[in-house]
């Protein structure tokens, strides 16, 4: 019952901005992290940005100056604000949730959304 939608992917062009959004729901007893991930064809998953109960935030290299990640806690959402977007950019984007979902059972697990296409191109 524990689901995470993504929205906000869509065609954008080289310079242009998106916002994707992660909506967590279901029974959660405590989110851990939250973060994005991506995928372009024919390239594995990388890790785009994550964002700790703390709101530490990390990026990788190639988004840094460019993607801001954040949390509403009280929304269990997470954003990614994608700005000076460029071609290579062009991915599926996944959320990620790491999280508990049981108090009985405190074993921390990953949660993985369907997915939103961002394709940037002229």
């Known amino acids: 019952q524990v689901q995470l939608v993504e929205s906000g992917g869509g065609l954008v062009q080289p310079g242009g901005s998106l916002r994707l959004s992660c909506a967590a729901s279901?029974?959660?007893?405590?989110?851990?992290?939250m973060g994005w991930y991506r995928q372009a064809p024919g390239k594995e998953r990388e890790l785009v940005a994550s964002?700790?109960?703390?709101?530490?935030?990390n990026y990788a290299d190639s988004v840094k100056g460019r993607f801001t990640i954040s949390r509403d806690n009280a929304k269990n959402t997470v954003y990614l604000q994608m700005n000076s977007l460029k071609p290579e950019d062009t991915a599926v984007y996944y959320c990620?949730?790491?999280?508990?979902?049981?108090?009985?059972?405190?074993?921390?697990?990953?949660?993985w959304g369907r997915g939103t296409l961002v394709t940037v191109s002229s």
């Open positions: 990620n949730m790491r999280a508990v979902i049981s108090r009985a059972i405190l074993r921390e697990l990953d949660y």
């Open positions: 279901g029974s959660i007893f405590s989110i851990n992290a």
């Open positions: 964002i700790n109960s703390f709101r530490s935030t």
